[in-house]
């Protein structure tokens, strides 16, 4: 069946750095990814998504590159904040079967002052 | 305006009880999703209604476990004859048809 998994389970940056998190998919007809962050003892929040059409995304300090080729994303936080400690995940939605989202195990993102 | 919400924050039982968790969906989202989360896990779909049905209930483990959606807004998640398995947080989302998942804080479940 489909799957997304992170590379790294754990990653701790200094503040003031830019972070990367990994993310590789396994069907190649995935089309829509959607990455969250999860604080603690919260739900997950939605941060970017980006659709197959594209090969980058920016918001606002956070970039979503999307390699179809070897089907990997990421997920770039620059200037990386203490309140940007959290557990990230990057999600994908089963095809034709209502959305329900398919989520990786998560990179935990541990912020240094 | 108001988010998903869901009580209780947290719900602690022992093993055989029955338990009822409720999610108050944004208004106006005709989705909403169940999903369950294991300590240092992704969550894991459980059931998705499209209105009042069940669109697809594929991810219920078996069958102690039930949701309903009655009147297309509230959802209740039942959970029969309790298992320590099945201590978990179990989210709850919603969405417009189509849309972004917007997700509730999630109900932590101990089952003791």
């Known amino acids: 069946g489909e799957s997304v998994g992170l590379h790294l389970p754990t990653l701790s940056v200094q503040e003031g750095d830019n972070s990367i998190i990994n993310c590789a998919y396994s069907?190649?007809?995935?089309?829509?990814f959607i990455w969250y962050k999860q604080e603690s003892g919260k739900g997950p929040q939605f941060i970017i998504d980006?659709?197959?059409?594209?090969d980058k995304r920016q918001g606002q300090r956070v970039t979503v590159l999307l390699n179809k080729t070897v089907k990997h994303l990421s997920l770039q936080i620059a200037a990386t904040q203490p309140g940007d400690s959290a557990v990230y995940f990057c999600?994908?939605?089963?095809?034709?079967?209502?959305?329900?989202?398919?989520f990786g195990q998560g990179t935990e993102l541990s912020v240094k002052p | 305006g108001a988010g998903v919400s869901q009580t209780p924050s947290n719900k602690v039982t022992e093993k055989g009880k029955y338990v009822e968790l409720r999610c108050d969906p944004i208004?106006?989202?005709?989705?909403l999703y169940w999903y369950r989360q294991s300590l240092g896990q992704g969550p894991e779909f459980l059931i998705y209604?499209?209105?009042?049905?069940?669109?697809?209930d594929s991810g219920l483990p078996n069958d102690r476990f039930f949701a309903v959606r009655p009147e297309g807004s509230v959802s209740t998640l039942k959970i029969q004859r309790t298992e320590r398995g099945d201590s978990a947080v179990y989210l709850c989302?919603?969405?417009?048809?189509?849309?972004?998942?917007?997700f509730g804080p999630g109900t932590r479940l101990t089952v003791t």
């Open positions: 209604f499209q209105g009042t049905g069940a669109a697809d």
């Open positions: 989302a919603s969405s417009l048809a189509g849309g972004k998942q917007y």
């Open positions: 208004s106006g989202h005709t989705a």
């Open positions: 999600a994908t939605p089963t095809r034709n079967q209502g959305g329900k989202l398919i």
């Open positions: 980006i659709r197959s059409n594209m």
């Open positions: 069907n190649s007809a995935s089309d829509y």
